[in-house]
């Protein structure tokens, strides 16, 4: 379980670079969504369908929520007729190309957000969650097969002290033994990494 925690961390983290471009596709809609779109009124003649206090583009506070709102699907068409709507005399001319400007701003933007971005972020994320998994299944692999190592150490020393080895001999065996276990704390071998322990080498020149 906790394993599992720390590579969705590490894959979140690995991600973040890709996640930015979320930000700046909002940042620059945002803008844009304030000069456009930043002064316009509803009015009794002309009401709002989508715009109101909770989703406007008077500020870019509001314009950079407003865009996280039609993200996600909520109503972005009815903000986008309350672009859409024709010229009235009240207007005063404020509105008079925003039939225009209006579905390419709100069409280009949902298109990129909803099925070209997360798109991309889900794939790198599933992507990075794999290497990482990936990863950790080779160090596990590795540690074990030190633990073989060492333990195939172990029992050559415990063999040669049976054999009534002498001192010099069994203090070159306790120094190769130490250095396998700082060995397993300080490096990472790799996979097809084979010691061929003192008992091994005997038998060998022994069938020689």
Sequence with gaps: MAKGIRALLNTVIQALPQSLLFFLLFFIYAALGVELFGK???????????????????????????????????????????????????????????????????????????FVLVNVVVAVLMKKLDESNRMMADDADIDEEIDRELEAVAHD???????????????????NDTHYFSLKKRFSLPANFIFNSMMTMEKRSEKD
């Excluded at 207007?91 to 039939?99: A, L, T, V």
């Excluded at 020393?157 to 120094?175: A, G, V």
């Design 40 to 114: 316009l009124e509803c009015t009794d003649e002309q009401p709002c369908y989508g715009l109101n206090k909770h989703a406007h583009f008077k500020n870019f506070g509001m314009s950079f929520l407003t865009l996280f709102r039609i993200a996600t699907g909520d109503n972005w068409n009815g903000i986008m007729k309350d672009a859409l709507r024709p010229d009235h005399p009240t207007h005063n001319g404020k509105n008079h190309f925003m039939s225009v400007i209006a579905p390419i701003y709100f069409v280009t933007f949902v298109l990129m957000a909803q």
């Design 157 to 175: 020393r415990e063999y040669f002290e049976k054999s009534s080895l002498d001192q010099q001999e069994l203090e070159f065996l306790n120094n």
